[in-house]
């Protein structure tokens, strides 16, 4: 009999509550996952119902795989954790069947580059291709940044943006599509930068955009705006390095949170000797109580005094 020579890659598939996906998600990293992807019913491949998230992390070898599957069951007997693999390479580009052109803001369309579409009359289109890197922008937290943007871009035009954790930039392009004088992004992930630079270029905005792999403290002054769609876990330690970059009168907008992290968010900001203020924000059209609360998730935009 015959044996396929095509690699096979393991993965482990934990499904658990929403609010312990990022718990999980850090314990599979701890137990030598080397990529975990969460997915929920905001993510373009769908994940569980809502509330339940299915937590999908990659491993090096099976042995690997089925050693993290013993020790979540050690921990927990009841975690519903299990071995899955896929054939062959195909599965990295799967996604792009997912990928359509779509509405980020009212005014910005977003288009991948296998892809046509055609503006509607007072859009912006954005080709982007988000390669390795974090950031399609189908997901909800990057969606509210991206409309706080919109909302705010009067203040936004001729600025310098400061983007943390950039992904593949998404953020640092609707900037500067709003009117940013300049957008400086950075991500721990060297793999980013040169995805970010082909995107710049496609779209006409490397001679406004400065990209580096490295960490907040290496961002070199002050900006009049910064954005960072980090999770709270990774936002939390941070909080400092963040508001030292906001310049005066400047804005921060942090987004990753999910709506019962949001008392803990407000007062982590609100607190530092950087003085932050939460902006008073208008309430949603369908009588929500908060106007960037979208999917159970929050983005807080806060201003320097």
């Known amino acids: 009999m015959s044996q396929t020579s095509e690699p096979r890659y393991p993965f482990v598939h934990v499904e658990t509550s929403a609010d312990e996906g990022d718990v999980v998600s850090s314990l599979l990293f701890d137990l030598g996952a080397s990529g975990v992807e969460e997915r929920d019913q905001s993510t373009y491949v769908k994940g569980p119902p809502e509330g339940r998230v299915l937590v999908i992390a990659s491993f090096e070898s099976h042995d690997a795989a089925r050693e993290a ?46 892809r046509e579409a055609t503006p509607a009359a007072g859009q912006q289109l954005l080709t982007l291709e988000p390669g390795r890197a974090f950031g399609t922008g189908l997901h909800a937290t990057t969606s509210l940044v991206a409309n706080v943007l919109e909302e705010h871009r009067a203040e936004l035009a001729g600025a310098d943006v400061l983007d943390a954790g950039c992904g593949s930039g998404i953020l640092s392009f609707v900037a500067l599509l709003f009117g940013a004088k300049s957008a400086t992004a950075f991500d721990i992930d060297p793999e980013v930068v040169s995805t970010v630079l082909e995107n710049a270029e496609r779209n006409g905005l490397g001679e406004r955009l400065t990209v580096f792999a490295g960490t907040v403290e290496s961002a070199p002054r002050q900006f009049g705006w910064v954005l960072a769609n980090i999770e709270s876990k990774i936002l939390d330690p941070i909080a400092d390095q963040l508001a030292s970059r906001v310049g005066p009168a400047g804005h921060l907008v942090v987004s990753g949170i999910l709506s019962a992290e949001e008392e803990w968010m407000r007062e982590r900001f609100t607190s530092l000797d950087r003085r932050l203020e939460v902006m008073a924000v208008r309430h949603m059209a369908t009588g929500g109580e908060r106007a960037y609360d979208k999917d159970g998730w929050v983005a807080l935009h806060l201003v320097a005094r």
Do not use: N, Q
């Open 69 to 114: 599957i013993s020790a979540l069951h050690e921990r927990d007997p009841t975690t519903m954790a299990e071995l899955h693999e896929v054939v062959g390479d195909a599965w990295r580009d799967a996604w792009k069947d997912y990928y359509e052109p779509f509405a980020l803001t009212p005014s910005i369309l977003v288009r991948p580059p296998w």
